[in-house]
């Protein structure tokens, strides 16, 4: 099943939690951008929810537009805040440096960088 090899690959970078997601057919090139993960109903409204698999969907269809520097610049903010240690808590529990964000905090942060 597709589905599991797709969840273990994610694992290797962070889990599906930052992995971006297309569907898109290469012979009429229409495209669908979105998060890996579900719903993730057990947290929400406690600002614990990682918005680095939208983010990183949003920089796949912006570089499948052609609009490459917009992806750049969002992919360079999120890497700027990594290298800060600042991440929502399922990431920043494994780095060294980590300095746990609310959503809101680490969207804020996001947007700051750019």
Request: aromatic share 8%.
């Amino acid at each position: 099943n597709g589905d599991y090899i797709s969840d273990q690959l994610a694992a290797m970078v962070g889990g599906i939690g930052i992995a971006p997601g297309a569907n898109i057919n290469y012979q009429t090139g229409h495209a669908i951008f979105e998060a890996t993960h579900g719903t993730a109903p057990d947290i929400v409204g406690k600002e614990k929810a990682n918005p680095c698999s939208l983010l990183l969907s949003g920089v796949m269809m912006l570089e499948y537009m052609g609009w490459n520097e917009a992806g750049r610049l969002i992919t360079a903010s999120l890497e700027r805040l990594f290298e800060e240690g600042c991440a929502t808590p399922d990431l920043a529990r494994f780095m060294q440096n980590g300095k746990p964000q609310t959503t809101s905090q680490f969207v804020q942060k996001t947007i700051a960088n750019l």
